[in-house]
């Protein structure tokens, strides 16, 4: 891992859940989606299962540093509960900037399938 690093939230670290706060100095490049399909589940909180093609996952992408990968592997439980991948994604352009980017950030997938399907690949 770099000193700065790309991850994709699509979740309860979300702007305007729950453990946002966790990624609080860190840089936000913008809205994207998975470019490969995934599946999302919800009970109480939400799971990608990465082995499950349903639909694009739509989140947030964020430049992080090593502090903050400590803090979001310790609420993940990487590598025991989630696992860290890396995965291509798509991201919005923004500040006028309408063309999207393609990068690599890392997610967070779980390893069974747990709770409801959400087929938009959006928690809400």
Same mark, same amino acid.
């Not at 699509?10 to 809205?31: E, V």
């Not at 990487?78 to 900037?97: E, F, L, M, Q």
């Given at each position: 891992?770099?000193?700065?690093?790309?991850?994709? #939230? !699509?979740?309860?670290?979300?702007?305007? =859940?729950?453990?946002?706060?966790? $990624?609080? *100095?860190?840089?936000?490049?913008?809205?994207a989606?998975?470019?490969?399909?995934?599946?999302?589940?919800?009970?109480?909180?939400?799971?990608?299962?990465?082995?499950?093609?349903?639909?694009?996952?739509?989140?947030? #992408? !964020?430049?992080?540093?090593?502090?903050? =990968?400590?803090?979001?592997?310790? $609420?993940? *439980?990487?590598?025991?509960?989630?696992?860290?991948?890396?995965?291509?994604?798509?991201?919005?352009?923004?500040?006028?900037?309408?063309?999207?980017?393609?990068?690599?950030?890392?997610?967070?997938?779980?390893?069974?399938?747990?709770?409801?399907?959400?087929?938009?690949?959006?928690f809400?």
């Open positions: 891992m770099t000193e700065k690093s790309l991850v994709f #939230v !699509y979740g309860t670290l979300k702007r305007d =859940f729950g453990n946002h706060h966790l $990624l609080n *100095g860190s840089k936000f490049i913008g809205k989606l998975t470019k490969e399909k995934y599946a999302l589940y919800v009970s109480g909180i939400p799971f990608v299962i990465e082995n499950e093609p349903v639909s694009q996952i739509a989140g947030e #992408v !964020y430049k992080v540093d090593e502090k903050t =990968f400590v803090r979001l592997d310790r $609420l993940e *439980g990487h590598p025991d509960w989630y696992c860290r991948k890396i995965v291509d994604v798509s991201v919005d352009g923004r500040d006028g900037d309408a063309a999207e980017r393609k990068m690599e950030a890392w997610i967070y997938f779980f390893p069974r399938r747990e709770g409801m399907l959400v087929e938009s690949g959006i809400k």
